[in-house]
T-cell receptor, first 113, second 117 residues
């Protein structure tokens, strides 16, 4: 009963490097989300998807790209990492419908040096 | 546009006393409102939600929340706080399909709750 799984859990990048964070859910959920959490800033939405093959921008999309090629996976890419992208990243998923609750992964702690 | 505000960075309460965590929202349609809790080094856990109907909704761990449309608020409450309720609490809002940004789930900045013995 995995739920939402994020890979990796920790990562240290050098400025300018690229990486992809993987989010996988086994609940057949339509909606998926990527957030970043910074002290005092709460959870800020980076990108989200309301179905396979669709993505949309959230509040802070700059410097990130996403893809939802398969329904169960939502990938977050950093093409050229910057120290400002040091954060804890959370993925979430929910069933279709505005009133459905979201399930969260355990987070990825990313440090860009 | 949609937004949600949590006006208090931190709420301090003694164990056994009532706990209230405030949330106000701003949306252009009918809101779907949620409360989540986060314990240290963990992901968020769902507590309760308001979709429609009764303005008082009950959730997990003895928490409840009151939806007030005229005041655009959705405050989280617990009649008697426990030390184990100490955590970070988030309010969130999502709009329905009648809006351009349907599906978007937006969170407030969070309120740290500290319950002292």
């Amino acid at each position: 009963n995995a739920g939402v799984t994020q890979t990796p859990k920790f990562r240290v990048l050098k400025t300018g490097q690229s990486m992809t964070l993987l989010c996988a859910q086994d609940m057949n959920h339509e909606y998926m989300y990527w957030y970043r959490q910074d002290p005092g800033m709460g959870l800020r939405l980076i990108h989200y998807s309301v179905g396979e093959g669709t993505t949309a921008k959230g509040e802070v999309p700059d410097g990130y790209n996403v893809s939802r090629l398969k329904k169960q996976n939502f990938l977050l890419g950093l093409e050229s990492a910057a120290p400002s992208q040091t954060s804890v990243y959370f993925c979430a998923s929910s069933q279709q419908g505005a009133g459905t609750e979201a399930f969260f992964g355990q987070g990825t702690r990313l440090t860009v040096v | 546009a949609q937004s949600v505000a949590q006006p208090e960075d931190q709420v301090n309460v003694a164990e056994g006393n009532p706990l209230t965590v405030k949330c106000t929202y701003s949306v252009s349609g009918n809101p779907y409102l949620f409360w989540y809790v986060q314990y240290p080094n963990r992901g968020l856990q769902f507590l309760l939600k308001y979709i429609t109907g009764d303005n008082l909704v009950k959730g997990s761990y003895g928490f409840e929340a009151e939806f007030n449309k005229s005041q655009t608020s959705f405050h989280l409450k617990k009649p008697s706080a426990l030390v184990s309720d100490s955590a970070l609490y988030f309010c969130a809002v999502r709009l329905g399909r009648t809006t351009d940004s349907w599906g978007k789930l937006q969170f407030g900045a969070g309120t740290q709750v500290v319950v002292t013995p």
